[in-house]
């Protein structure tokens, strides 16, 4: 892929994934300004949202599968900046969700069409780098929704993060006409075969090829295991602020500060680590899947360490103690989900390669989804602290290293297979 084209992929992700982050951080000043009942049914529009963009992503990819990728996107991006727009006319709660829900849809067309076609540009052997730059693109779209909620907040009303989102969409479309799109399975194809109609007629998607996602146990229990790894760490990031403000006591402007030093450290580690990986995969099949086990256990137990601390906002050591903790923690887990992505590049069919990410995106979003429905139920049955509910989806997390040792079983074998067809 052009180096032009892989930007416009890149900048892509960076604004859709701060539509998942830019309400929450303002739920309070929203609730307020619309005479909603409480910040809770913030919340629920906000695990709506992402319901509804990761079950829409599955139509987006069939759509993506059977026709052009880059139309689909231009489609998609447009609605989400138009709906994102529209949003700042809510009035009360059913208009709030009508417009989200909207702007969700096409929201669901980014993530596995981007995936797709970054696996049509990129050789096998770089991948995990490729994908950890897209990985820290996305971390750092989250930011950007925190950021510009975070901070604007307090000083500007709640729908000017909605109007420069929004703006920000409306270039990307444009973008997109810019960019060219790769041939389907172009890395997996032999150089001898040049012949324009070859490639483009080997790669049409067919009822019976949803068949082989299920016939790759590797791609199945990545699912799962990608369901279960956000279902557990998915509502940290997204409540973070909400977490410091409520439970420490921090001020808005400065626990927003603290969520982008935090989850900032994701944008290193997912290059770094998918490098890394990359270099293992050379003389074990397995490399990157041991970099995955290795950064979810040791994320998981500081996650776990931090979040069981207790003490107030002016104690600095302890404060200190906390940050080095979290920070340590959502390093690693910034190194999974490029892995993770690399590998189901490595071993999906090409004719169904957005599919499989659409269904890889609805598993972590619905996973994420949940997550925060779970903390919010935490939340209430713990006297209205984030903390324990932190500490129990934490533990949450490590024990979804079980399904890691799974893959090291199934990977190896699909990957022969894949290799001898």
Sequence with gaps: MKHQSFIILILLTLFSSALISIIMPMAKEVAIALNLESEAQVQIINSMFLFVGACSSIVWAILGDKFSRKI???????????????????????????????????????????????????????RGKSFGTLSAAYVLGNGLGHMLSGFLIDYFSWILPFIIISICGIFCTIFLFFMKEPTRGEMEISSEMDDESVLGLSFKIKIKDFKKIWQIKTIFWILIFNFVMFLAIGAISSNFISMLKNDYHFSSSIATFFLIVVFGSQMISGPIIGDLADKKIKTDKNGRLKYV????????????????????????????????????????????????????GDIGPPQIRSTIYSLNFLAYTFGRSLSILLLAFLFLGYGNLYRPGYVILSIMALISSLFVFILLNTLPKDLDATESD
């Design 72 to 126: 689909m996107l231009i489609i998609g991006t447009f609605i989400w900046s138009f709906f994102s727009f529209l949003t700042i006319f809510a009035t009360d709660f059913y208009s709030l969700l009508f417009f989200q829900i909207f702007a969700a849809i096409g929201f669901g067309s980014a993530l596995p069409l981007i995936f797709s076609l970054l696996v049509d540009s990129i050789e096998a052997e770089k």
């Design 293 to 344: 086990l290795i950064c979810l256990v040791i994320g998981s137990i500081s996650y776990i360490i931090g979040f069981c601390l207790i003490f107030s906002s002016n104690n600095l050591i302890m404060l200190i103690i906390f940050f080095i903790f979290i920070l340590i923690g959502a390093f690693f887990f910034g190194g999974i989900d490029p892995l993770t992505q690399a590998t189901l």
